[in-house]
């Protein structure tokens, strides 16, 4: 599966943005999306993921309650609403894919991988 990720710009702290990610392919809905994010000089880290049926979605701490992971296997394509936003959430924002049954929060599960989007919060 191939992934395009969009949707970053410029917001000012506590803004919104949304991203999308849409993917190729026919067989959408057999994966389990995630999202990623990397800020300079930084790790690759876990934001969010969500099952295949898109029943099922899980979040870290840091983005519980102000972002909502959600997915559309009509249109291949899964989304990111990012709420209440910090200077803190700046960094290129990745979505990635697996073919695994369980939740998977490490970069490194995935096979499938977009090629980012810049999200930058100004304080």
């Known amino acids: 599966v191939q992934l395009q990720a969009s949707g970053g710009g410029l917001v000012q702290a506590g803004g919104s943005l949304g991203l999308s990610c849409a993917a190729s392919?026919?067989?959408?809905?057999?994966?389990?999306m995630g999202w990623f994010r990397q800020a300079p000089g930084k790790e690759r880290e876990f934001v969010s993921t969500i099952t295949r049926s898109g029943l099922s979605t899980y979040y870290a701490d840091s983005v519980k309650g102000r972002f909502t992971i959600s997915r559309d296997n009509a249109k291949n394509t899964v989304y990111l609403q990012m709420n209440s936003l910090k200077p803190e959430d700046t960094a290129v924002y990745y979505c990635a894919a697996h073919s695994k049954l369980a939740r998977v929060v490490d970069a490194s599960e995935y096979g499938y991988w977009g090629q980012g989007t810049q999200v930058t919060v100004s304080s």
């Open positions: 392919g026919r067989t959408f809905s057999s994966y389990a």
